[in-house]
């Protein structure tokens, strides 16, 4: 049993006489974990069109009928082994709070930092065709829009993440190179973004193309000897 493998945390008090330090360090719960990697986490600004790719990719319906910004916590879809969690969206969101938006994103930070063992990649959904407008809003006054600020705490916290591009059908063919360039040079990856293609992914999911994302996952998960989890993906 997985719980066997633990010890209290209360174990690991050291009970000094503040003469030195305790030498005898037990494990505990944190640095004992099973490193097994099986999760799968869904991020993005609210309206990104996380819901639909999420459906188009796992054939759930995550939304079932909410509002945005109803959702305050991560939800955890269970799929044999592997876990794929839909994080509440962020950012503004039209009736709800600038204090709940603060919640949400610090709900989200605790978890990935509670749970990086565990998660094999980050997928953050952008909107091709808002995320320079507001990246380059928000620089005009100085400051990063949270978007950008998830993707470097992701980094930060060695989070392996995967930018999947949505909505690029709202692009015009001649636009998408540049487009896509300019995403990842304000995500700090120097463009041309096709030296990138193992990081963005370009997808529609209301049009159902989500192939360029199914890809990158299905890396992911080899990489970790696990391509039987593929299966619960669709593209
Ligand atoms: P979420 O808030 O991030 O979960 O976003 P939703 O999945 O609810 O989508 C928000 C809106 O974007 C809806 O009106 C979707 O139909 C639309 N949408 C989602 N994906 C795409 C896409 O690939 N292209 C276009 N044009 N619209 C999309």
Not at 5 to 26: I, R
Not at 99 to 123: F, G, L, P, S
Not at 151 to 164: G, K, P, S, T, Y
Not at 175 to 191: F, N
Request: contains cysteine; glycine residues 6%; negative net charge.
């Amino acid at each position: 049993m997985e719980q066997d493998e633990y010890q209290d945390e209360n174990q690991n008090e050291c009970h000094s006489d503040g003469l030195g330090e305790c030498q005898t360090k037990l494990p505990t719960k944190r640095n004992t974990k099973r490193q097994t990697k099986n999760e799968v986490i869904f991020m993005g600004r609210s309206n990104v069109g996380k819901s639909t790719t999420l459906k188009v990719l796992t054939g759930r319906n995550v939304r079932v009928g909410k509002k945005p910004g109803v959702t305050l916590s991560p939800k955890n879809l269970e799929f044999s082994g592997l876990i794929v969690t839909d994080m509440p969206g962020f950012g503004y969101m039209a009736n709800v709070t600038k204090q709940n938006q603060e919640k949400i994103k610090e709900t989200i930070i605790h978890y990935v930092e509670d749970n990086a063992e565990r998660i094999i990649c980050a997928v953050l959904v952008l909107d091709a065709k808002a995320f320079i407008e507001i990246v380059d809003r928000w620089e005009g006054r100085n400051e990063h829009p949270i978007d950008q600020e998830m993707f470097e705490f992701l980094c930060d916290v060695d989070i392996d993440v995967i930018v999947a591009v949505n909505k690029m059908d709202k692009i015009k063919n001649n636009q998408q190179d540049i487009t896509l360039d300019g995403i990842a040079e304000r995500l700090d990856m120097l463009p041309p973004w096709r030296q990138w293609l193992d990081r963005i992914a370009p997808i529609a999911a209301k049009k159902g193309d989500v192939s360029a994302l199914y890809a990158l996952i299905s890396d992911r998960l080899h990489k970790i000897g696990r391509d039987e989890w593929i299966t619960h993906f669709k593209h």
